[in-house]
């Protein structure tokens, strides 16, 4: 995982009133995820976040270089993105999906099976969603001893992949 890499935090969703504020869906765990970074980039585009709060859907923010509507409404579906770097540092056991989704993912064998295509949640733990090469996915537990390890690469037992 590169330093620098882009991890999208939220996504533009559309203008919120006439002044310039626009409506975030949130990737993020929470908005004070996203207070911590005051810029970040929009298409390419520094913001400089200057209010946020929770809104529909997520939260209401305020960018620097954004004065009205119309300048709001151009950005839907603008993802924000702040570099890897700038997140703050794990804890034990801890893991951004940025870092996982993309990984290859082999057996306990060695053997290629795919790639980490998504982190699901359904209430019971973290899922991944592996492709494997012909397009088909398969779902497993994200824990031992479905995953015995993660690292450059997601190591899967094979008994978990149906």
């Known amino acids: 995982m590169t330093a620098d890499r882009p991890v999208t935090l939220a996504a533009i ?3 919120h009133g006439i002044k310039g ?3 975030l869906k ?3 765990e929470s908005i004070d995820s996203l207070k911590g970074h ?3 980039t929009a298409a390419g585009r ?3 976040l200057t209010a946020i709060r929770p809104g529909p859907g997520g939260a209401v923010a305020r960018f620097a270089e954004i004065g009205d509507r119309t300048a709001a409404e151009g950005l839907r579906g603008t993802l924000l993105t ?3 770097a700038s997140l703050p540092p794990l804890g034990p056991g801890e893991y951004y999906h940025a870092d996982i989704i993309g990984l290859p ?3 306990t064998g060695g053997e290629p099976v795919g790639t980490v295509t998504a982190i699901e949640n359904f209430n019971a733990g973290d899922i991944l969603e592996i492709t494997r090469p012909d397009g088909k996915t398969v779902m497993v537990p994200f824990r031992p001893p479905a995953v015995p390890s993660h690292d450059e690469q997601v190591v899967v ?3 978990w992949l149906g």
């Open 105 to 107: 993912v082999v057996t």
């Open 82 to 84: 702040v570099p890897r």
């Open 26 to 28: 949130l990737f993020c």
């Open 13 to 15: 969703a559309g203008a």
């Open 21 to 23: 504020e626009v409506r």
């Open 38 to 40: 005051r810029g970040v």
């Open 157 to 159: 037992d094979p008994d």
């Open 46 to 48: 520094a913001l400089t």
